[in-house]
Structures are given as C-alpha cells and as structure tokens.
C-alpha cells in the first residue's frame, strides 16, 4: 500500500490513487458479504410450528398465593394448511399489506428506507416490513425494538424468502399473526370473529381480518383498551380499512371493480360478540384483564406476547377486599334491584374501587355482576360523570391559588390572588347570575346568561364553602370555579390523579363535575387527600417473571400534588359531610370518615368517594342498555323502588358497608390536623351587611343543628332556564349536562360553551365497552 504516496508532493501526496480506492471499495464489499453469508449460514430459519407454541399465565393475589391460571393456553389456535386459507384472504392481505410480495426477495430497501425518512420527518411510524418481515418477527416472542432484533430479523428474512416458496411464507404469516380477542392465526380469527371456519369467509369478512391485522385493540368493533378503543372509535376505523382495503384489491388487480361494489354495497360485515374464556367468571376477568392492560401500558411486554402466556404475574389485588367489595355490591343489588318487577330496574350497573394511600395499590374492584355476561370492566373507564364528588379540586385549586383580584387581569399570579379559607362566605341563594372573576356577567357563546340552580331550587343565603360542601349547594362552587379559574381546578384534579383524557372541557360547570374518571382514578385522587397531598399513581401489578426470571417489576411514583395543609383542609371539609351532611349514611362508628356524594344531571349517575387514612374507595351507580344502538346513560327515578338514586343511597350503602369489613380489624387512625389557611373571603354577593343571613357566620365545625337536616334527601336534579332539543346542532351540551342536586350533584350546565340546558345525554363516544382506560394506557 503506497499511502502516503511516494514521489508527490504537497497536497498530492495525500490523495490516494484510484487503484487505491478501489481496492478498499472490493475489500470493503468483500468483508460486508462475508459477514453477511457467515451470518446466513448461523442464523436458522424459525419454524412456524414452534411459534404456535403457547401457555398458560398464572396471576396471584397480593399475598402470594395463586388467583387463576389463564391466558395462552386457552387460546383457540389451529394451523391450516396453504390451500385450506381462501384466495380471499390471500388476496386482501397482499394487497393491504405487501402489494409486492411474489416478486420481493423477503425484505424491501425502499420500504424501509421510506419508513426512516418519515420517522424522521417526524411523520407517523412506519414499519417498512414485508410480509416475510412479519412472519419472521412472529415467531420470537421478543417483540422490543433493538437494533440487535432487527438485524437478525432483516438476515432470517433474507434466507427464508431465498430458500422458502411464496405459499409457505404467505401460510406462515396468517398460521401465527395476532388478530386479537385472543386469536393467533386465521382459523382461530374465522371463529372468535365470525364463528365460521376460515374457508368460509367471505371477500369482505376477509378485508375486515386484514384490517385487524393493522392493530387489533383499535379495530375491534366491540371495542378496545382505553379512551382511544371505544366500540364507536373502533368501528369507525374498521369500515374505513375495510373499505380502503376492497379498494385496493381493485387497483392492484386482485379483485374486480364490479365485486368490490357489491361487497361495499352489502355494507360492513359485522363480527360476533366476543366470547370470553370460562375461566373469568365472576369478578376475576376484570382482574385479569386490568392487570394485563397495566403490563402492555407500563413494560415492554406487548399484548401478543403475553397472550403466548408462560408469565408469572403478581397483583396488588387483596383477595379478602375483592370478596368483601363484590359482596356488598351484590346485597345491595339483591334486596333492592328487582328487573323482573320493574321494568326501570333493568341495566343497572355498579363500579367500584379501592386504592391503598401513600402507595397507590389497587386493593379491589368491582367491575360489573360477571365477566362472562358484562364485558365493561366498571371500575376502569366508562364515561360517567362524577358530578359534586368533583367539587373538592375546586376548594384544593382555591387554597392553592387563591381568588383571583378583580382590579388585576385574567392571568394573575399566586402573588397577586387571596388564598382561599374553608370559612369563605358565597352567596348560596339559587339561579344566582353567574359572573366572571372581575364580577362581569359571563355569557355563553349565543350571549345567554347562566344561572346555576340548586337542588329543590332552594336560596341558602350567604354560606361557608365548608357548609356548601357539607349540603351540596351548587352556586357557591361554580362561582368559585369561576374565580380561581377553571384551568387551575383542572390543574388540580390532574396533580391529584385523574386522566387529562378522562376530564371535560373548561366551561364553569367544570367545576360541578361534568368529568368522566374512572372509579380507579377518583378513589386514587382522594386518595391522595387522604395522604396529606401526596400522589401515588395507581397500579395493579408489582412484578412480572417468566421461567422463573424478573421481566418487570413496579416502580413507585409519587409527587407532593398539594401542600400537606391544603390536602388536610379539604380532608376536614370532607369530614363535615359525613358527620353531617349529605353523606351520613356512609359513616363508620368511631373511624374518621371523608368523603363526598355526587348525583348528575337526570338522575343518570350517583357516586360516593370516601376515604379513611388506610383506604379510599370510589363507588358508582349508573344505568344503560349493552344493547341498544345507540349507546346512552339512562335516567335512574323509580330504581330500586326509589323517587330518585343519589350517591348518599346505595352508593354509600355499599362504601360503608364494604369499608367496615375491609378495615375489620385494623386500628382506628386520625387524619392529619389542619392548620388554619387562607382568608375569609366573600363571593359575588356575599359581603356582610347588617341583613346578611345568620349562616354567614356558620360554625367551622357542623353540629347536628345545621341549616338543614344531615338525612335531608334532595329532591329531583334541578333543570336549567332554557333546554337542548335533541336534535339541535347549535345547542352545546356535549360531555357536560347540566343541572344536579344538592346530593352531590350538581353539573348544573352545558357541556359546550355554558349552553343553559338539561343536554339529552353525556358524550356516549367516550364510553367504551371493552375495557380499560387507565390500563390499556396512560388512562384510567
């Protein structure tokens, strides 16, 4: 090697020759196909067989012992031959997948070189896989994306599509793909979908398989894990692949314009209900499933590989409370719900949990009566409003933040705001005018006022925020939503543990509960009142292994959300409530109890939220039809033989009778004292006068002679001024309907731009029925 070169000088001395250059180019190539044939010659072929391999998960209860065996060994999985796969289905997933798969060599450079650049365009991840790709990567049970992976992935790819005939790769691909509910392979998919063998399917049954191929939790028509997967999201994006698809057997030249059109025009072929495997009934499908939607959401084990099964998962799940919560569910529902006697008892759901303060465990749920009739877990997300047990982020954004000042601008910081007392004075009178921070009327976006109602349309006159909490009343909360600011209450609720996705848009009524969080997410935000303002992120599972070796283990989350004194000053305003106020009916003897009711707009909803420093739960009362087309909350007045379900009834019938078993034998603990906080300030109408009402002066503490009587039931959810027509378009109602009642409720409002009216019905898109929102994501 003459380098550098003899016989030159200055600068050309140091360029290399052509003779040079080439010959590093030849033994740069030289050594690349070297190594690559030695690593084709190492790497082996997987075999098809080996990966329909699968087995069983077996989950345990918090202590240890064994809760069930499922999972992978249940699963409906059968390898069919070449010729039993019909051209159908051949041809939609070609077409729909790898339009070049008979001429490719098992990998496409352009494909993957176009995935790169769009990645980083910043554009939406691609995988630039060919169907050989697929079939290679199917048969690992590693799914994570390393370079390592890949490489070997790219090399196998290569050798199979060079010593493996198309039919065999196309076969392997469909014998081992994942297609959700469970299935691996296209017979298993024929039968949890359409229950029909594989060649019956039809060309459009077939171009619907090859959608779910795409991402089986978001096409699922029946729904999803999490807010992103509701049945109406997911159908939606089914007949839209779908019909792409049929599309693109046509312009590929696989099926013919003609046939494409009569398959369209028949419509979307609708799959079967799901079917869940017989080992889930009673409560412990819920608890598998929130346990396997918090593994896919927070480790690198994804859905497909935990379906191969051969996982050992340990839950927070207490197997005495699980018992005790469905117990007292289920008594409740058995001497009061009688859907052979009245026809109103029909549908009526109940959800529930438990959450361990300071930790953040998921002790219990109640996630509906079996989950192998009721397919929507309750305790995780199902779109219903939590109404006034809402209103505590409210009080914990005002002794945070404090009211804004009327003579400075909308954005004001903590320096130029009055902190807020539990001892303020608001004006509690009923159909108050409702005003901005700076005392100007608000006005909706068609210039309508809005005055809030109370429930029984009763004026309370001047009152504390403390008594306005104990009783429910409505006008003083959503006017101090309005003057702290809506985007700090919801500022709070975030800091405290509920889901931005779960949580309404910031019209006032905001502040009265027009949010949607699941049962684990509310019993986790109290939870962290119940811990002096500390936040612990829910969780369902501690550690995962397989054959024996750690695979994921839980890492505790916390965060100070609230200073201590603010989080003791709503727990001791909370005290008041079920010491003497709306929620008596869910006191514990001599056990400190805070907690909240919460009755939404139509009697469609009713919660209690409790806590003691040990425990806090979260129990809700809803109604709705599986089956109807269109999916609604249905009015409660008549359930159970009642006027009218509030969260102080049967939810906190079942709280308290639950909680007195699960904290049977455990010492009886004291909150953390408060220390005084804030100012005495007064609302819109609420200065003290020499006419100002006797309960301007209300004691800090309640006794049993408070204006009005602790076991008061209130009487039906008041309606605003003007209503929605149902079918009005101009008419924002949206997620947050109005009116409530003093018995927690109390959205009192639009769920559009602060649209006086009772709205027909919440936003039913965001209601999935098949699982999870916090663990099929960041969502709960």
């Given at each position: 090697?003459?380098?550098?070169?003899?016989?030159?000088?200055?600068?050309?001395?140091?360029?290399?020759?052509?003779?040079l250059?080439?010959?590093?180019?030849?033994?740069?190539?030289?050594?690349?196909?070297?190594?690559?044939?030695?690593?084709?010659?190492?790497v082996?072929?997987?075999?098809?067989?080996?990966?329909?391999?699968?087995?069983?998960?077996?989950?345990y209860?918090?202590?240890?012992?064994?809760?069930v065996?499922?999972?992978?060994?249940?699963l409906?999985?059968q390898?069919v031959?070449?010729?039993?796969i019909?051209?159908?289905?051949?041809?939609?997933?070609?077409?729909?997948?790898?339009?070049?798969?008979?001429?490719?060599?098992g990998?496409?450079?352009?494909?993957?070189?176009?995935?790169?650049?769009?990645?980083?365009?910043?554009?939406?991840?691609?995988?630039?896989?060919?169907?050989t790709?697929?079939?290679?990567?199917?048969?690992?049970?590693?799914?994570e994306?390393?370079?390592k992976?890949?490489?070997?992935?790219?090399?196998?790819?290569?050798?199979?599509?060079?010593?493996?005939?198309?039919?065999?790769?196309?076969?392997?691909?469909?014998?081992?793909?994942?297609?959700?509910?469970?299935?691996?392979?296209?017979?298993?998919?024929?039968?949890?979908?359409?229950?029909?063998?594989?060649?019956?399917?039809?060309?459009?049954?077939?171009?619907?398989?090859?959608?779910?191929?795409?991402?089986?939790?978001?096409?699922?028509?029946?729904?999803?894990q999490?807010?992103?997967?509701?049945?109406?999201?997911?159908?939606?994006?089914?007949?839209?692949?779908?019909?792409?698809?049929?599309?693109?057997?046509?312009?590929?030249?696989?099926?013919?314009?003609?046939?494409?059109?009569?398959?369209?025009?028949?419509?979307?072929?609708?799959?079967?209900?799901?079917?869940p495997?017989?080992?889930?009934?009673?409560?412990?499908?819920?608890?598998?499933?929130?346990?396997?939607?918090?593994?896919?959401?927070?480790?690198?084990?994804?859905?497909?590989?935990?379906?191969?099964?051969?996982?050992?998962?340990?839950?927070?799940f207490?197997?005495?409370?699980?018992?005790?919560?469905?117990?007292?569910?289920?008594?409740?529902?058995?001497?009061?719900?009688?859907?052979?006697?009245?026809?109103?008892?029909?549908?009526?759901?109940?959800?529930?949990?438990?959450?361990?303060?300071?930790?953040?465990?998921?002790?219990?749920?109640?996630?509906?009566?079996?989950?192998l009739?009721?397919?929507?877990?309750?305790?995780?997300?199902?779109?219903?409003?939590?109404?006034?047990?809402?209103?505590?982020?409210?009080?914990?954004a005002?002794?945070?933040?404090?009211?804004?000042?009327?003579?400075?601008?909308?954005?004001?910081?903590?320096?130029?705001?009055?902190?807020?007392?539990?001892?303020?004075?608001?004006?509690?009178?009923?159909?108050?005018?409702?005003?901005?921070?700076?005392?100007?009327?608000?006005?909706?976006?068609n210039?309508?006022?809005?005055?809030?109602?109370?429930?029984?349309?009763?004026?309370?006159?001047?009152?504390?925020?403390?008594?306005?909490?104990?009783?429910s009343?409505?006008?003083?909360?959503?006017?101090?939503?309005?003057?702290?600011?809506?985007?700090?209450?919801?500022?709070?609720?975030?800091?405290?543990?509920?889901?931005?996705?779960?949580?309404?848009?910031?019209?006032?009524?905001?502040?009265?509960?027009?949010?949607?969080?699941?049962?684990?997410?509310?019993?986790?935000?109290?939870?962290?009142f119940?811990?002096?303002?500390?936040?612990s992120?829910?969780?369902?599972?501690?550690?995962v292994?397989?054959?024996?070796?750690?695979?994921?283990?839980?890492?505790?989350?916390?965060?100070?959300?609230?200073d201590?004194?603010?989080?003791?000053?709503?727990?001791?305003?909370?005290?008041?409530?079920?010491?003497?106020?709306?929620?008596?009916?869910?006191?514990?003897?001599?056990?400190?109890?805070?907690g909240?009711?919460?009755?939404?707009?139509?009697?469609?909803?009713?919660?209690?939220?409790?806590?003691?420093?040990?425990?806090?739960?979260?129990?809700?009362?809803?109604?709705?039809?599986?089956?109807?087309?269109?999916?609604?909350?249905?009015?409660?007045?008549?359930?159970?033989?009642?006027?009218?379900?509030?969260?102080?009834?049967?939810?906190?019938?079942?709280?308290?009778?639950?909680?007195?078993?699960a904290?049977?034998?455990?010492?009886?603990?004291?909150?953390?004292?408060?220390?005084?906080?804030?100012?005495?300030?007064?609302?819109?109408?609420?200065?003290?006068?020499?006419?100002?009402?006797?309960?301007?002066?209300?004691?800090?503490?309640?006794?049993?002679?408070?204006?009005?009587?602790?076991?008061?039931?209130p009487?039906?959810?008041?309606?605003p001024?003007?209503?929605?027509?149902?079918?009005?378009?101009?008419?924002?109602?949206g997620?947050?309907?109005?009116?409530?009642?003093?018995?927690?409720?109390?959205?009192?409002?639009?769920?559009?731009?602060?649209?006086?009216?009772?709205?027909?019905?919440?936003?039913?898109?965001?209601?999935?029925?098949?699982?999870?929102?916090?663990?099929?994501?960041?969502?709960?």
């Amino acid at each position: 090697m003459d380098y550098p070169r003899a016989g030159k000088t200055g600068f050309r001395r140091w360029i290399p020759s052509w003779k040079l250059v080439a010959g590093l180019v030849v033994t740069f190539i030289g050594l690349v196909v070297g190594i690559v044939g030695v690593a084709l010659a190492v790497v082996q072929v997987p075999s098809a067989q080996k990966a329909a391999v699968v087995e069983k998960n077996v989950y345990y209860w918090s202590d240890g012992k064994q809760m069930v065996v499922a999972g992978g060994g249940n699963l409906n999985r059968q390898i069919v031959s070449y010729q039993q796969i019909p051209d159908s289905m051949k041809n939609a997933v070609i077409s729909a997948e790898n339009a070049s798969f008979e001429k490719d060599w098992g990998v496409d450079p352009m494909g993957i070189l176009r995935a790169v650049v769009k990645m980083a365009q910043g554009g939406e991840t691609q995988s630039g896989s060919t169907i050989t790709q697929q079939f290679v990567k199917n048969t690992y049970l590693s799914q994570e994306q390393t370079l390592k992976r890949k490489a070997t992935e790219l090399l196998i790819s290569v050798k199979v599509g060079a010593t493996k005939d198309k039919p065999f790769i196309l076969a392997g691909y469909l014998n081992t793909a994942y297609y959700g509910r469970g299935a691996y392979g296209i017979q298993a998919a024929a039968r949890a979908y359409f229950d029909k063998d594989c060649g019956q399917l039809t060309p459009s049954e077939s171009a619907f398989l090859a959608a779910t191929l795409n991402g089986p939790n978001l096409y699922d028509p029946y729904g999803g894990q999490g807010p992103a997967a509701t049945p109406e999201k997911n159908t939606k994006r089914a007949t839209e692949r779908w019909e792409w698809t049929l599309n693109r057997e046509v312009q590929v030249g696989r099926m013919d314009a003609a046939e494409r059109d009569k398959w369209i025009q028949k419509g979307f072929p609708q799959p079967q209900k799901p079917k869940p495997a017989t080992n889930r009934a009673g409560q412990i499908g819920y608890l598998t499933d929130l346990a396997d939607n918090y593994i896919v959401a927070h480790s690198r084990i994804s859905k497909a590989e935990l379906d191969k099964g051969g996982y050992q998962i340990y839950t927070t799940f207490d197997r005495d409370k699980v018992n005790a919560l469905s117990k007292s569910v289920e008594e409740v529902r058995k001497a009061n719900i009688k859907p052979d006697v009245r026809d109103v008892d029909k549908f009526v759901q109940f959800g529930g949990a438990s959450v361990e303060p300071k930790t953040g465990k998921i002790v219990a749920i109640y996630g509906g009566e079996n989950a192998l009739e009721h397919f929507t877990n309750n305790a995780d997300y199902t779109g219903v409003q939590v109404g006034s047990t809402f209103k505590p982020f409210v009080l914990a954004a005002a002794m945070t933040h404090g009211k804004r000042n009327p003579g400075l601008g909308e954005k004001q910081s903590d320096a130029q705001r009055t902190l807020v007392s539990p001892e303020s004075i608001y004006n509690g009178n009923n159909k108050l005018t409702l005003r901005k921070y700076n005392g100007t009327v608000w006005h909706d976006e068609n210039g309508k006022e809005w005055h809030q109602r109370n429930d029984g349309d009763e004026d309370r006159g001047p009152i504390t925020l403390r008594t306005a909490m104990q009783f429910s009343v409505n006008t003083p909360y959503i006017q101090l939503g309005m003057d702290v600011g809506t985007d700090l209450v919801q500022e709070a609720a975030l800091k405290a543990g509920l889901d931005e996705d779960q949580l309404a848009s910031l019209t006032p009524t905001f502040s009265l509960g027009t949010s949607a969080p699941s049962a684990i997410r509310l019993a986790d935000a109290y939870a962290t009142f119940a811990a002096s303002g500390k936040q612990s992120e829910p969780y369902s599972v501690e550690k995962v292994e397989k054959n024996g070796n750690p695979v994921y283990a839980h890492e505790k989350k916390t965060a100070q959300a609230f200073d201590p004194n603010v989080a003791n000053n709503v727990t001791d305003v909370l005290k008041t409530v079920v010491e003497a106020g709306t929620g008596t009916s869910a006191q514990l003897g001599n056990r400190p109890v805070a907690g909240k009711t919460g009755t939404t707009d139509g009697n469609r909803s009713a919660w209690f939220a409790g806590y003691t420093p040990q425990l806090s739960t979260a129990i809700g009362m809803y109604r709705v039809d599986p089956n109807a087309k269109r999916q609604e909350f249905l009015s409660m007045r008549g359930v159970g033989g009642k006027p009218t379900i509030h969260g102080a009834s049967f939810p906190a019938e079942i709280w308290a009778d639950y909680m007195g078993q699960a904290l049977k034998g455990q010492p009886v603990m004291q909150f953390d004292p408060p220390q005084p906080i804030g100012e005495k300030v007064y609302g819109d109408g609420a200065s003290p006068s020499p006419s100002a009402s006797p309960s301007a002066s209300a004691p800090a503490s309640p006794s049993p002679s408070a204006s009005a009587s602790p076991s008061k039931q209130p009487s039906s959810s008041p309606s605003p001024t003007r209503s929605c027509g149902l079918l009005d378009p101009k008419c924002h109602s949206g997620n947050g309907n109005g009116g409530g009642n003093g018995n927690g409720g109390g959205n009192g409002g639009p769920g559009g731009i602060g649209d006086p009216g009772e709205s027909p019905s919440p936003d039913y898109s965001r209601r999935p029925q098949g699982g999870g929102g916090l663990f099929g994501g960041p969502h709960g």
